[in-house]
Nanobody, 126 residues
C-alpha cells in the first residue's frame, strides 16, 4: 500500500512556474504508474499527466501539453510536475495518484488509480 504526500503548491502570477512534488512510501514505487490530476471548484477531477515505471513514457492532457512536464526519481520515491507558463485556468487542487500495475500503461482516468495524496492548492492570479 502506498501513501502519497504532495508539496510545492502556492499562489503565483500568470506566466510563472511551479514544481509540485509527490513523495511516496513503500518499496515498490518503481512498479507504480504515477499520475497527476487536478480539480477546480465546481468541476470534476481531471487528468493532467501520467508517467510509466521508469519515466521513459509520459502522457499529458491537451490543456497542459508543452507547458507541464512530469518526471520521476525512483531512487527518491518521488514524482514531479514542473508547471511553466501558468494560466489562471490552471488554478485547482492538484492530486498525485499511483497505480500498481503489471502493465506499463499510462492510465488517464481517476478510477484507474489505487492510491491518492491529499492534494496541494495551486492558485494562479491574472
Amino acid at each position: 500500500q502506498a501513501q502519497l504526500v504532495e508539496s510545492g503548491g502556492g499562489l503565483v502570477q500568470a506566466g510563472d512556474s511551479l514544481r509540485l512534488s509527490c513523495a511516496a512510501s513503500g518499496r515498490t514505487f518503481s512498479s507504480y504508474v504515477m499520475g497527476w490530476f487536478r480539480q477546480a471548484p465546481g468541476k470534476e477531477r481531471e487528468f493532467v499527466a501520467a508517467i510509466g515505471w521508469r519515466g521513459l513514457s509520459t502522457s499529458y492532457a491537451d490543456s497542459v501539453k508543452g507547458r507541464f512536464t512530469i518526471s520521476r526519481d525512483n531512487a527518491k520515491n518521488t514524482v514531479y510536475l514542473q508547471m511553466n507558463t501558468l494560466k489562471p485556468e490552471d488554478t485547482a487542487v492538484y492530486y498525485c495518484a499511483a497505480r500498481s500495475s503489471n502493465f506499463n500503461y499510462l492510465f488517464r482516468t481517476s478510477g484507474e488509480y489505487d492510491y491518492w495524496g491529499q492534494g496541494t492548492q495551486v492558485t494562479v492570479s491574472s
